[in-house]
């Protein structure tokens, strides 16, 4: 009895040691992993309650599931391993290829992709001057249809066309099988400029001192306590947000930051 078991033992040991493919293997997913951890953050998500109110005239894509949200587009329960369960950033419903907006004047800084749950992307930076408020704003775009075309390094006007979103990074557990086709834009404020790009294609932005936050913000008045919006009561919590129609004029004219996607003017 006790020498097949020993042959056994062996035979087990031998057939361990003699697959370091399969440790290497194992090994190199972890090294993924911790990578992704890396780039997937941990952060301190708070809603805030900030919704948007459209020009009367023009009917938009509105937000299908807002920052802080523990709830995706379809009412289903967010994941709870990342952020608490907590949406980093607004979704927008969008069909495949919809333009995607520059929502101010700007730099590229960075795009890349991502894999699950962040797909194509693409980083945009934007001065104090840029959007009139009082901190630098770095804005992502994510699960866009492809590498946007556009340069890292190039100068954008509010409201140009930057990207097509997509569903890259979204077929799989979290949205099932079909994917969700959707912009998911996200929205760090730092005292400055600076950034540090890291991650595999030297394109995963960490602004320096930024602090995750509502993207909703970017639509506050300059002198608003902006670290206080969750505070606000509801009235003030709905803003007005400037957009861009089809025909890629700004309502209201002149305004430095805008919706995202093209809004279409209601019939009449
Ligand atoms: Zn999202």
């Not at 639509?219 to 969750?230: G, I, L, N, V, Y």
């Not at 305004?255 to 279409?264: E, G, L, T």
Request: with cysteine.
């Amino acid at each position: 009895m006790i020498k097949p078991l020993m042959s056994l033992v062996i035979a087990l040991l031998v057939a361990i040691m003699a697959s370091p493919s399969q440790a290497q293997k194992r090994g190199k997913r972890m090294g993924e992993m911790q990578e992704r951890v890396v780039e997937r953050k941990e952060y301190d998500v708070k809603a805030t309650g900030l919704a948007p109110i459209f020009p009367e005239k023009f009917s938009c894509d509105p937000i299908a599931s807002p920052y802080g949200s523990p709830y995706r587009f379809d009412g289903s329960v967010r994941r709870q391993d990342r952020n608490s369960g907590l949406h980093g950033g607004l979704d927008i419903s969008l069909n495949d290829g919809s333009p995607l907006l520059a929502v101010a004047a700007g730099k590229v800084i960075a795009k890349g992709e991502g894999g699950n749950l962040e797909g194509f992307y693409l980083w945009l930076l934007h001065a104090p001057a840029d959007t009139g408020l009082p901190f630098w704003s770095f804005t992502k775009y994510q699960h866009l249809i492809e590498l946007p075309s556009i340069n890292v390094g190039d100068q954008i006007a509010v409201g140009q066309l930057v990207a097509r979103s997509g569903l890259t990074g979204t077929v799989g557990p979290a949205f099932g099988p079909q994917g969700y086709p959707h912009l998911h834009m996200s929205l760090h404020v730092a005292p400055g400029p600076e950034f540090i790009l890291g991650g595999e294609g030297k394109s995963t932005v960490s602004p320096k001192d930024g602090k995750l936050s509502d993207p909703m913000l970017l639509f506050m008045p300059a002198d608003s306590k902006f670290d206080q919006a969750a505070e606000l009561p509801d009235a003030r919590k709905r803003l007005p947000v400037a957009i861009v129609g089809r025909d890629s004029r700004i309502h209201p004219a002149g305004s430095k930051v805008v919706w995202p996607v093209f809004c279409a003017e209601k019939p009449g």
